[in-house]
């Protein structure tokens, strides 16, 4: 028999590991709809994903996660050992300010106009001037300004923007000019230059411990799959290749942010290494609910019975279990090609 004394001692430290503190005491988000949980809800927009099947495997139903449960965003912070989901920035309150704010918004890139012709979208300048007023919240909360200066150089910073730069930008020519101003170089070029004033912005406010997603792979996406064809291919590679030239120079420019800003740790995850397929599995680019022609989920139709087996939820976005791997892959990295030079756990003890 165990002696009650030591079972309530085991209850304890079970408890206190439950419950422990996080890792970090607060997690910022920046990004679009791969992250956004609900900042688009009250938005003039096409882009909102606050109806059913969005959310039928979340916790809280529909809230405006573009996914039937959590994004990548959300599966870090429960890593990181938040117990709550961080709040979007539209709701969020002095209550729970402190422990970070997610500034996500569907359909966001990093420059101003892409997105535009699906309505109003919080672009990532506007998601740092967000930050800007959050920091004044908690600094007056907190009413120590050195104490809030260090606390929020403690904080994980996300970032997981730029695919709306392509999806509803450069790949839509009638509506926009940039496939004709620019080769793919040399718009990624452009991108990553602005890409790297906002980050080097985000450092200026106060963030030195930032992992930065590179883009997944746009053309093997179901709803660009339909769009484009794949010429018998798995994926539509010409887009392919134009999203690796952004990603091989966003790595270079977080190298460079590193060598910059030496009392500052910025780490590069990289999604086509996370998101190759293991082994001889391969999973068909299928959506799991019914798509609409704009790639999301048809409002109240039902979806694929078993989401575990699909990878994408609609057009566009990953299901919870894609999202899972990729969580868990730049949380503890398989390889330093998951995830360079830091994963997001040695991020948070650094
Ligand atoms: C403000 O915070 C700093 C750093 O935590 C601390 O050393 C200082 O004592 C605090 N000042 C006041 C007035 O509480
Ligand atoms: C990402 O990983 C893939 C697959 O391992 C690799 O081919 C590619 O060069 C990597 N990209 C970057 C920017 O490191």
């Known amino acids: ?22 890792q970090v005491p607060c997690y910022f988000i920046f990004g679009d709809s791969l992250v956004d949980s609900g900042n688009n809800n009250r938005l003039d927009t096409t882009a909102k994903a606050n109806y059913p099947p969005y959310g039928i495997d979340f916790p809280k139903g529909v809230t405006g996660r573009f996914t039937n449960g959590r994004t990548v965003a959300d599966i870090i912070g429960q890593l990181l050992g938040f117990v709550d989901f961080i709040p979007p920035y539209a709701t969020v309150t002095d ?48 009413n120590n300004k050195t104490f809030t200066a260090e606390y929020l150089k403690k904080c994980i910073y996300l970032a997981n923007i730029g695919s709306n730069d392509y999806i509803n930008n450069y790949l839509i020519p009638t509506r926009y000019p940039t496939s004709k101003i620019y080769t793919a170089d040399q718009y990624a ?23 930065i997603f590179g883009l997944g792979q746009i053309g093997c996406t179901p709803a660009e799959i339909a769009n484009f064809g794949t010429n018998g291919k798995p994926c539509v ?3 392919n290749d134009a999203i690796k030239l952004f990603n091989d120079k966003l790595k270079h420019v977080v190298q460079e942010l590193n060598s910059d800003h030496f009392n500052a740790k910025f780490t590069f995850i990289n999604l086509t290494s996370i998101s190759a397929p293991q082994g001889d599995v391969s999973v068909p680019n299928v959506p799991c609910c019914q798509v609409a022609n704009s790639g999301q989920c048809v409002p109240n139709s039902s979806p694929c019975l078993v ?26 990295a398989l390889s330093n090609k998951d995830a360079s030079p830091y994963d997001i756990s040695h991020l948070a003890r650094l």
């Open 1 to 22: 028999m165990v002696h009650p004394l030591r079972l309530l001692f085991h209850v304890l430290i079970f408890i206190g590991l439950v419950a422990g503190e996080p």
């Open 95 to 142: 209550q729970v300010i402190n422990t970070g704010v997610n500034y996500g918004s569907g359909s966001a890139g990093i420059r101003e106009e892409s997105g535009s012709h699906l309505g109003y979208r919080i672009n990532l300048d506007t998601q740092l001037l967000n930050h800007v007023t959050t920091i004044s919240r908690i600094s007056a909360l907190q």
């Open 189 to 211: 070029t452009v991108l990553v230059q602005q890409y790297r004033q906002q980050l080097t912005t985000l450092y200026n406010l106060g963030a030195r411990k930032i992992a």
């Open 237 to 239: 590679e010409w887009i």
């Open 307 to 332: 989401r575990a087996l699909s990878v994408f939820y609609d057009g566009f976005h990953p299901t919870e279990v894609a999202n899972t791997i990729v969580a868990t892959r730049s949380y503890i």
